[in-house]
């Protein structure tokens, strides 16, 4: 599979979602996944040595996100914008254990049938490898730069540890070097209202017609108000009532809400709509088991051993990660290139929304790295 | 019922549950509730004028608690403790809507089977008239104090505005003027863990021999993120395992957990041996509709517009009732006593278990108290 010459990469037309089979995957559990596949997209030309010095800024993305950057990252991806593709190439992987086009559990199985309770746990490090196997199908082992945040982030540091070598430069958004239990906590509920939908047959509902949808809403419901600030959310909704509803009323009933509870509910709706039940139990999972120090002599140890020059940002009102967990990374890391502070009501999910902030942080990343690289070009020279 | 005579009150032995009727109960929202009892203990022997200048501190408990503060706050009081019930008779109630004596939903109805369903929803607000209605049938209308915590912090504030002719002064802790949207959120989501219970059948499960357990203790888990801090969770648990258990197995399974599963799971289960479905949605619904704006002209005129001087107390990591929610009652507060932070690790909580700092507050809260009703008694004297 590995081409390790200069032939140009074979990247797909531009914005178009591929799928690269990569073959039976080995999980860091020791489970096999057969005939694993990984959907990416690009934008921008490739330019340079697909093993050395080149234009790739590679990005990860989020729980339920896909492949698409260009539309979850709008606001920074494009010509002129931040991540500029008239310089650079920006590719994005859909995560193993998606349904966004990679192998997971509501993928189709060898057999026929879906993968379902069949498909393995996997961790963080099981996605950055297999998206390591599909860079090196398709022509790529070093990129400029990997960026992502939240599970994308924890992907991103992973990809510093795992591979430095194929690492120019990191850019570490709104996560932490491992779950903490707080995190493991409110995770594991919302792994736990899916199992205990009646819908979920252990796992195993695809083809039987039904999805615990009920289930996957609530745990959405849980979720987005560790992604959403509170202050953003009281100041959006407070107490007021739903839209012809009176949540008030002598006795309580579902269909009398406050705004925020319509709200909530309707983002749960959203996601049944666009994900799967069981994917998003496995990804959950892989949060779950998030942690830099396994297996490599602890935390700090980990952090400390990396090389590859990494700029850590966090958000200020941020619930599910929260600040004190970005400056624990930026005391740690071995080479921190920068930090910043993303300040915003909205709390985790500003690293999406927030586009001015955004914009000029990404600009500040691209711009340390290019001098970064210079630097290193020109220290060879000796000039004494 | 009412009794305005200064015959000595009608008290039961020192710390035993003492049950009383207080007759129909309408709601806030117009429904009726026939023959209400509300239960309560009480500590310390009764000094003074029922009707005026007394010794009685009236406790409010939170969520799940009941009306023996004695053992839920056992570190503060007793004799020679902050609240000293060698000084002090010290009174708690069991709230309306709870299952600990007091009339709710798993309570008996008049036609001798449970309320469930008919049971209406109910306000922090009635809360407070019910245990108004109790302190007259027992010929108490007048407390030197009113304290409580959380859910019992709601009911501390209502009390200043519903009853201000009956409290002498007001300690609010660890609660916010109103629920915030994040709070309703977050309660929303607990209340439809339950709902969702296929053994909650609209909430009339009682006598079906099943209880929506699993619902309730998805529900208190829930909760229990939100009642402990963030970084004492991590401190304790961390990515542990429990023990005899590998959360990191090739296939993820309930019974392999991480440490912070198991407690977690513990918590919840422990509430399901203790407290009832029915009554945690009702209570829970109660504090979706705290708010003491409603009705009043909006949240800050009605917090204008409250003299009893009232003492208000956060903790700086509470993820519920963040401190940010007690500044905002202390800026708008129309009689400010004093303002105090709890600093601890361990979230909101932190009321009930930093005994060394509650000690603390507590007796400067007392002390306050008195200098200020000696000033009140010295005022009227005119010494010029």
């Not at 026929?112 to 393995?120: I, L, T, V, Y």
């Not at 799967?276 to 830099?292: G, K, P, W």
């Amino acid at each position: 599979m590995s081409d390790t010459s200069t032939a140009a990469p074979q990247l797909p037309i531009e914005g178009e979602l591929c799928t690269v089979a990569i073959g039976n995957f080995r999980t860091e559990a020791g489970a096999d996944i057969a005939e694993t596949a990984i959907a990416f997209q690009r934008w921008g030309v490739f330019k340079g040595d697909p093993h050395g010095q080149n234009n790739v800024l590679l990005l990860e993305h989020a729980l339920t996100g896909d492949a698409n950057a260009a539309n979850w990252w709008d606001a920074v991806i494009g010509p002129g914008k931040a991540l500029d593709t008239d310089v650079w190439c920006v590719v994005c992987t859909n995560a193993l254990g998606s349904c966004y086009g990679s192998t997971g559990p509501a993928s189709t199985h060898p057999d026929g049938n879906a993968w379902g309770s069949r498909f393995p746990a996997i961790s963080i490090r099981d996605q950055v490898n297999a998206e390591a196997a599909l860079l090196e199908t398709i022509g790529i082992t070093r990129v400029h730069a990997v960026l992502g945040g939240s599970m994308g982030g924890a992907r991103t540091l992973e990809w510093t540890l795992l591979h430095p070598e194929r690492v120019g430069f990191a850019l570490v958004l709104a996560v932490s070097a491992r779950a903490s239990a707080w995190q493991i906590g409110i995770q594991s509920a919302q792994i736990s209202s899916i199992t205990r939908d009646p819908d979920w047959h252990g796992g195993d509902y695809h083809g039987t017609g039904r999805s615990p949808d009920a289930g996957l809403a609530a745990a959405r419901r849980i979720a987005h108000l560790t992604y959403r600030g509170e202050l953003e959310i009281d100041e959006r909704f407070g107490t007021s009532a739903q839209s012809g509803e009176n949540p008030l009323g002598p006795f309580r009933a579902d269909d009398q809400r406050f705004a925020v509870q319509s709200y909530l509910e309707h983002q749960g709706k959203k996601l049944t709509e666009r994900f799967d039940a069981s994917c998003y139990v496995v990804l959950t999972e892989a949060l779950n088991r998030h942690d830099v120090g396994r297996d490599r002599g602890g935390l700090n140890k980990a952090l400390h051993s990396i090389t590859v020059p990494t700029m850590v940002v966090g958000v200020d009102t941020d619930i599910l990660y929260p600040y004190h967990q970005q400056e624990h990374l930026s005391r740690n890391l071995g080479n921190l290139l920068a930090m910043s502070k993303l300040s915003s009501p909205v709390g985790h999910d500003a690293f999406l929304v927030e586009a001015r902030q955004m914009d000029r942080i990404l600009r500040q990343f691209i711009t340390l790295t290019e001098h970064y690289a210079a630097e290193q070009a020109d220290s060879p020279r000796n000039d004494c």
